[in-house]
């Protein structure tokens, strides 16, 4: 049965003691088991938001996340956990999640902005001696692409020496109905006994490249490929080393281990950090129960990366673990969720904390956005991860809290972006922010309409796959509201072309095919 949970934020914080600065909606407290939450925005319409827990529930919102619906995924294809959700540049939403046996990753897609599924597909045929595992996926907003990478075990339940853990690598080019056969990426095998090669996860960069991280007992690694995922670097990168194995003691947790797992995100803004690569990941460097969230950086395509930073600013007092990263694309800013000890140096109870960095991962300000601590214990799993996406000043982090020893919830956050960066909003522009290409596809004209939400600046251009500029128009000073401009496209190569309007911070882009 569907049922709809709505929060009204009627009451003034007065002090963050009594409310928190950012106020807490729940989403969820499904007495049906709530952990590993995941969460993404569409960034053409930042007030739809999609999120999944365990075991195959989905969650959306159309009001930027002050209300949700939820429900529970159907498929006769099965469905069970591990959720991620991705969304491409038509409104699409994709829901991964492992099939029952946990012997393949299903793929659900929603056109509705979450509120239904499909019957779902899978990227790799069922293997009794295989078990496939922490699957994550990504759209490319140019080409529209979705890649997927995940952990694959041989024989996980009954394991030797001789098995071992890879990272598998697929792509669907046509709105996941079809997936190509999937690659293993790292050039070193894992060990099944100690799973040290696990949990990566996929970004694409500003010219469709595609990225891949994960850690194995040595540290974090980094692959590439420049041909949407056909062909990869003869060697992986090590992007840090870590001197604790893959995962570290946390008390009270269900696994009593955490994992140290890789995320990674490329600035696709306008922003003056626009391509940086961005790797994070928690360890235990500086003691058993001291975790903390760190994070590298490349600015030439992963060929080399920065010294780690540590994200978090407590000191070594406490525990950090299960962060999760995401950049605003339409602001450069660099976010981070994750559940935080660091108030609490006696007992187990946990917060859940932010970290934000408006300057490319040079300085960071923490802040606590749980209105209240909780207490987890080893009997309730929470999951091994938590979530955050942002998208013009719409961040929203997503997470997991255990109440009266049994209970999970699950929470989001309105996030005061003016409040922890410091810096003042110029406009929602994103929200207003319009443009509609006819028709499309096209043969030899399109014409472009868009509008402005303010005075000011834009520029209008469009660009081949390859980043090569076909059309290009700027203007220093337009007035606000309604514009028009006609593009002659009969001497263009049929194919897929990215037509981008940006103005005033804020970028806004659509698919454009010439026949």
């Known amino acids: 049965m569907r049922y709809f949970v709505s929060f009204l934020i009627g009451f003034v914080c007065i002090t963050s003691h009594v409310c928190g600065q950012h106020t807490n909606i729940l989403i969820s407290n499904d007495p049906q088991s709530l952990n590993e939450p995941a969460i993404i925005i569409n960034p053409n319409q930042p007030n739809q938001l999609v999120a999944g827990t365990n075991f195959s529930q989905y969650h959306y919102s159309t009001d930027g996340g002050l209300t949700w619906q939820n429900d529970f995924l159907t498929s006769s294809l099965g469905t069970m956990g591990d959720p991620c959700i991705a ?278 300000n923490n802040f606590k956005i749980s209105e209240t601590p909780f207490l987890p214990n080893d009997f309730v799993f929470i999951g091994d991860y938590l979530g955050i996406t942002a998208y013009n000043n719409v961040v929203r982090p997503i997470w997991i809290r255990t109440d009266n020893f049994n209970q999970n919830s699950l929470w989001t956050a309105v996030i005061d972006v003016p409040l922890v960066t410091g810096i003042a909003l110029l406009s929602n522009t994103a929200l207003s922010l319009q443009m509609h290409l006819s028709p499309n596809p096209c043969d030899n004209i399109s014409v472009i309409d868009f509008h402005l939400p303010q005075n000011g600046a834009y520029r209008l251009r469009i660009t081949d796959l390859q980043g090569r500029i076909m059309f290009e128009q700027q203007e220093a000073n337009t007035v606000q509201g309604k514009h028009q401009c006609v593009v002659t496209t009969n001497s263009w190569t049929s194919g897929i072309y990215v037509c981008e309007l940006l103005t005033n911070g804020a970028r806004l882009a659509e698919r454009l095919v010439v026949r």
């Open 87 to 364: 969304v491409d540049n038509l409104n699409n939403f994709y829901y991964f999640h492992l099939a029952p046996n946990i012997d393949r990753i299903i793929c659900q897609k929603s056109t509705n902005g979450g509120q239904s599924w499909s019957d779902g597909t899978f990227t790799t045929p069922a293997d009794i001696l295989l078990v496939h595992d922490k699957e994550w996926g990504v759209a490319d907003s140019l080409n529209n692409n979705i890649y997927v990478s995940w952990t694959q075990y041989e024989n996980p339940f009954n394991p030797t020496s001789a098995d071992s853990t890879d990272i598998l690598f697929a792509r669907s080019s046509d709105g996941g109905q079809t997936w190509s056969n999937p690659l293993r990426l790292n050039k070193v095998r894992g060990d099944v006994l100690y799973k040290d090669v696990i949990d990566p996860t996929p970004a694409t960069g500003i010219n469709s490249e595609v990225y891949v991280a994960w850690a194995d007992s040595v540290g974090i690694r980094f692959d590439r490929s420049l041909d949407n995922g056909t062909t990869w670097l003869s060697d992986d990168v090590l992007v840090a080393t870590v001197p604790t194995t893959s995962y570290y003691h946390v008390s009270g947790n269900a696994r009593d281990s955490v994992r140290t797992s890789a995320n990674i995100e490329c600035d696709l803004s306008n922003s003056p950090y626009r391509g940086t690569i961005y790797v994070s990941w928690t360890d235990a460097r500086n003691g058993e129960d001291n975790g903390d969230v760190f994070v590298s950086k490349s600015t030439d395509n992963g060929n080399t990366w920065s010294a780690p930073l540590r994200v978090n600013d407590e000191g070594h007092t406490a525990q950090q673990y299960y962060s999760s990263m995401t950049v605003d694309q339409a602001t450069g800013y660099i976010y981070w969720a994750f559940y935080d000890r660091r108030n609490h140096p006696n007992s187990d109870s946990t917060d859940v904390y932010m970290a934000v960095s408006t300057d490319g991962a040079q300085t960071f």
